[in-house]
């Protein structure tokens, strides 16, 4: 707990993190690295539809930043987009709005971020098992394959919660 680095906060990891134009082989690609916080801003204001301050309120950031996130992240896929390069998502410092959880019995359910830090969940609300666990790394399944490099709060929020 050394960075007193404010969190951003995202309610949405891409399920996939990377993307490169046909035909170009790996290793003659040039790759732009879009952050996640750059890739919910996107999602938010381009999907989503949201303005830029329910965006900014959303991430728990100020509207210049959502802006300056938006814009960086923009600019990146276009880049990608008209110059062919491949677009890496990757991790920076942000936290999750929501954590999943899921109960032995199979049940699963999210619990808000705000919960999260003052009351975590010790029973599945649908079978009050006290036998649950957090789906951190479900969440994190292209971790795995070694194309998430993260070392976020989430990663610590989940060590405090099995501490
Ligand atoms: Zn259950």
Redo the contacts with the bound molecule.
Sequence with gaps: MSRPLKCRRVAFLPSVAYFKPAGIPLRALEEVRLSVEEAEAIRLKDLEGLEQEEGAEKMNISRPTFQRGLASGRQKIADALLNGKAIRIEGGSFEMAFSRFK?????EWEVPFEVMMSTPPQL??????AS?EPLLSAGFGWKGRGRYRGRQRMQQNSNDYMG
């Design positions: 109960c032995l019995n199979g049940h599945c609300p649908t079978c009050n098992t649950i």
